[in-house]
């Protein structure tokens, strides 16, 4: 299914060949600093990132003044002149901004490279790299033969680790005979589609080199350090190197190690604001380095491994999966391993916490129409709540430029949350195709996150300080945004379903996405839900539930699938990368009509069966796709789901694709895939009384076990309701099984 990949036990998975290309390598990362070490014998070479490092180009444009011109672009729909109504807000765009195209948001880009060139190694044999998703570190060992025949060979070991807590990535050189080595930082070359380009730097991301970069090099180490051109912040890459023999040479912006049988290279990535003594800021950085440094190099690396361990090892330990489909598991914990690994101040953005060029797909950004719901989305089952942290301080930094959007488009109260986001959470990218400005379930869809993360902690504090708080903001939004239309209902006007266009027409405005409902109606049924189990909000509560009541119906279309718009004026196409309608399905069964649920049972049936129709093959539509299936109890369909992500979308290092091929490093799914697995393995959710307060949790057991998940174990998972479960099942029957609560509450509990 997956190709040349050598599995063994204790999660230590390797390969016998350097990475040709970036996506390849050995991924590391403390969620802050990302490594991506190539394991080349001679040159090796180990790019830097860091989960700040959004390229300074341009400016973030306010969003265009649409607020008063809502009433205009409303009355163009209800006359079906989506077109005309989407030209509003571009001709907006285009006064505003004087261009045609789109704005992006700013680029992630890499820091870059730290080379370590051996010397005497040009032959070579016995080559293995590897990487150990447990403890976070990765290896590369390779022998060289004697010079003569009869002569020993030396085993050259390079070990590697971003350690958590120590914002550092360590490399452990390690030979049986005395190796020379020497070592550069430099910039990484400019990469479009694989292959190196002639080309000046980032001139794909600004018209213009933006970074002035200078080199430094010292007995105690090495400088890489880069201003923003026409700005006075920046950033820096740093080494420093420890060795217990050998000696060490000046070879002008190269240091020089030689005759050394150890030595311990430390690297950190130091941001640089406008407002600091950059020397007094790189002198603390380097003596906080040397004091680790100035241990000989096994204790250091003892040190920061011990440290490690407490950090990251202890949240991969969480849980366990084991299946008889070797490739499933592997999938299963390497999912887990680069999301633990990318999730720091910040969650994962597409490409988690690495990249390799400039020319960054999608800007590399934190695409919120889906991606990074997905890259989060095996958190809470995993049990990593310091994950799902980074996901509410992302959130939370963003609020005011919310705020702003919410405001200037729709003259609104509350939050408005954009399609796309970097280092800005301002909405300003759009065209006349896609008019994702016309997009308002974002912050509905992160209100879920927050609400679920009450469930299954039970923090009753987070919900009252950090949960409730973001969900009425979600909910003001509504409040002023929806307008009635003649049967008394609300009407979502202007709609758009991610990233679908209605069959016949040649841009995606729209009127009723039935996500835009869906989400709504969530988010309202979590709110009362919530209060009235912590008796709060109560007048909020009865004027959420008439609120509730005016939602618009589902519609199914005359094939009997839940129709993706709840308009009969937009008519469906279901050759589309998305899953967006099944929205009321992706985290567990509603509270709807059984021929609702039937309906959409039906519309994910159609899309499998045109799929070879599809525009673009976009693989986290198919684990939306999968966790509707899943919790329709359909095993079939969520089996065929990831099979085809199997088969499709992993690279030689189970590192995850964003289309077929593997093509387009991307994060979202190595969230998603775990969450699938485990969404078939058991499903919780709260059990409420006529009220909606919550009085207990309904447990399902195997509910959608797919054929390659027949039989197995799984230790750890967590369920809503502050609960842990354990099991053990076999040839589709449970064989034993224990929930245990963790949270200090007692719930009735359904199994």
């Known amino acids: 299914m997956l190709r040349q ?15 040709a290309a970036w996506e390849e390598g050995l991924l590391l990362g403390n969620g802050t600093l990302g490594a ?24 973030n444009p306010q969003p265009i003044p649409m ?29 505003k901004e004087g261009k045609e195209e789109k704005i992006w948001t700013r680029p992630f880009f890499p820091a870059g490279e730290l080379h370590i060139f051996t010397e005497g190694c040009s ?12 403890k976070g570190e990765a290896s590369v060992e390779f022998s060289v033969p004697g010079e003569q025949r009869e002569a020993p060979r030396t085993r050259c070991v390079r070990r590697y680790m971003t350690a958590r807590g120590a914002d550092v990535c360590a490399i452990l050189l390690t030979a049986d005979m005395p190796v020379s080595y020497e070592i550069a930082l430099i910039q990484t070359p400019y990469v479009k589609n694989g292959m190196h380009v002639n080309r000046p730097l980032f001139a794909a991301a600004g018209g213009e080199n933006f970074l002035q970069v200078r080199t430094e090099a010292s007995k105690g180490g090495l400088r890489y350090l880069c201003h923003y051109r026409g700005r006075k912040d920046g950033y820096a890459l740093l080494a420093r190197v420890s060795q217990a023999d050998g000696a060490r040479k000046l070879l002008r912006e190269r240091l020089r190690i030689s005759e050394c049988r150890e030595a311990l290279i430390l690297v950190s990535v130091v941001l640089l604001t406008e407002e600091d003594n950059w020397e007094e800021t790189l002198r603390r950085e380097e003596e906080r380095l040397d004091s680790l440094t100035a241990l000989k190099p096994e204790e250091a690396w003892d040190r920061l491994r011990r440290l490690q361990e407490q950090l990251h090892k202890s949240r991969y330990d969480r849980i366990s999966l084991t299946l008889p489909d070797k490739h499933l598991e592997t999938m299963f914990h390497a999912g887990r391993y680069e999301i633990l690994s990318s999730c720091g101040e910040f969650p994962p953005n597409l490409q988690g916490v690495w990249t390799g060029t400039y020319d960054t797909p999608w800007s590399s950004d934190y695409t919120q129409n889906g991606n990074l719901q997905t890259a989060i989305l095996g958190l809470l089952p995993c049990g990593d709540f310091e ?35 970097s280092d800005c959470g301002l909405d300003f990218h759009f065209d006349m195709t896609w008019p994702m400005v016309f997009w308002t379930a974002g912050a509905g869809w992160a209100a879920h996150f927050y609400y679920d993360y009450w469930l299954y902690t039970c923090d009753d504090a987070f919900f009252m300080s950090r949960a409730l708080p973001f969900m009425k903001e979600a909910a003001l939004f509504y409040e002023d945004f929806l307008t009635e239309d003649e049967n008394g209902y609300w009407r979502f006007s202007p709609s758009y379903s991610p990233e679908n266009t209605p069959l016949g027409r040649d841009n995606a405005a729209c009127a009723n996405a039935a996500m835009d409902l869906a989400v709504a109606k969530e988010l309202f049924r979590n709110l009362i839900t919530g209060c009235r189990t912590l008796d709060c909000e109560e007048a909020s509560v009865k004027r959420w539930e008439a609120f509730l009541k005016k939602m618009p119906p589902y519609l199914i279309n005359e094939e009997g699938a839940l129709k993706e718009w709840a308009d009969p004026a937009f008519a469906d196409r279901y050759d589309h990368r998305h899953s967006s309608h099944l929205y009321m399905l992706y985290y ?9 649920l039937a309906a959409a049972r039906r519309a994910y049936e159609l899309k499998m069966e045109r799929k070879k129709e599809e525009k673009g093959t976009m693989a986290f539509g198919l684990v939306q796709a999968g966790m509707a299936a899943a919790h329709l109890g359909d095993g079939e369909m ?55 307060r919550i009085t207990g949790y309904e447990v399902r057991l195997l509910p959608a076990l797919p054929a390659s998940m027949q039989s197995g174990r799984v230790q750890g998972m967590r369920l809503r309701g502050g609960l842990s479960l354990d099991m053990e ?16 509450k007692t719930y009735f509990v359904k199994t």
Request: negative net charge.
């Open 36 to 59: 991506v070490a190539f394991g080349a014998v001679r040159d090796e070479r180990i790019l830097f990132t860091h989960e700040r490092l959004f390229a300074p180009v341009g400016e």
């Open 638 to 692: 969520a089996g065929m789901m990831l099979a085809s992500m199997a088969e499709n979308n992993y690279y030689r290092t189970y590192a995850s694709s964003h289309d077929y091929g593997p093509s387009i490093f991307n994060a979202d799914i190595s969230g998603g895939v775990p969450a699938l697995m485990l969404e078939c393995l058991a499903q919780c959710m709260p059990v409420t009384d006529e009220t909606r």
């Open 588 to 596: 567990g069964l509603p509270d709807e009509p059984e021929e609702v």
């Open 123 to 134: 032959v070579y044999e016995d080559y293995e790299r590897s990487l150990d998703f447990a």
């Open 67 to 95: 607020a008063g011109r809502l009433e205009k672009i409303r009355g163009l729909i209800a006359e079906g002149k989506c077109t005309e109504a989407a030209q509003i807000a571009f001709d907006l765009f285009r006064q």
């Open 5 to 19: 990949m050598i599995v063994q036990e204790g999660g230590r998975y390797r390969l016998p060949y350097p990475a």
């Open 729 to 744: 099942w076999e040839n589709g029957k449970v064989k034993d099984w224990k929930i245990i609560s963790l949270c200090g």
């Open 387 to 421: 994950g799902m942290e980074s996901y509410f301080r992302y959130q939370e930094a963003m609020l005011e430029d919310y705020r702003t959007n919410s405001r200037i488009l729709y003259g609104c109260r509350g939050i408005h949350i954009p399609s796309r986001t």
